[in-house]
């Protein structure tokens, strides 16, 4: 199960473009608050939650997604339940994928360090111990996967779906979007 972490104000083509590719692929895919039925994104949608992070079975998460959006980021580094997902999921052979602003939370639990990593561009400066890889749409870095963007949206959830379904099912994914990237 691909476990997705929102927090009030994240950024919402972020969250919701790999949503949408990864449930295509028919991946199964939580959309977790950190509490509560719904979360407010940074432009003022409110996405209602699959379940919230108590609820979450940490075994049962193959990939851990943070969303970027700066509130949602300060959301997620507020609640120790996060890095404790993100490393528990982590130890066991699972997947952690971050963007846009999400990355330097990685960066801050010593996750990225000597690993290739992108950010939303102008954040190098947070991600310690990384290595920055400007202007791509995302970096693969072992089992830690960082996307740039809102722009970079696409690219990054087609990979995502790429990873945890194969490369004919993002293939399939990505003409049925009629995506040109």
Sequence with gaps: MVCVLLGHGFEESEAIVPIDLLRRAEVEV???SLEGD?????H???????????????DS????????????VKALSTDPRVSQL???????GGYAAAICAA?????????LEGKRAVCYPGMEDEMK???PQPSVPYVIDGHIIT????????PFGLKLVELLKGADAARRVKNAVHYHG
């Design 38 to 42: 719904s979360v407010t994104g940074s």
């Design 147 to 154: 996307g740039e963007a809102a722009g970079a949206a696409f």
């Design 61 to 72: 998460v193959e990939l851990v997604f943070l969303p970027g959006g700066l509130g949602g």
């Design 129 to 131: 111990g990384a290595l």
């Design 86 to 92: 993100v490393r528990h999921v982590l130890d066991k």
């Design 30 to 32: 939580s959309l977790t």
């Design 44 to 58: 003022g949608i409110v996405v209602k939650a699959d379940s919230a992070l108590s609820q979450i079975d940490p």
């Design 103 to 111: 990355p330097t939370l990685l960066a801050r639990w010593g996750l």
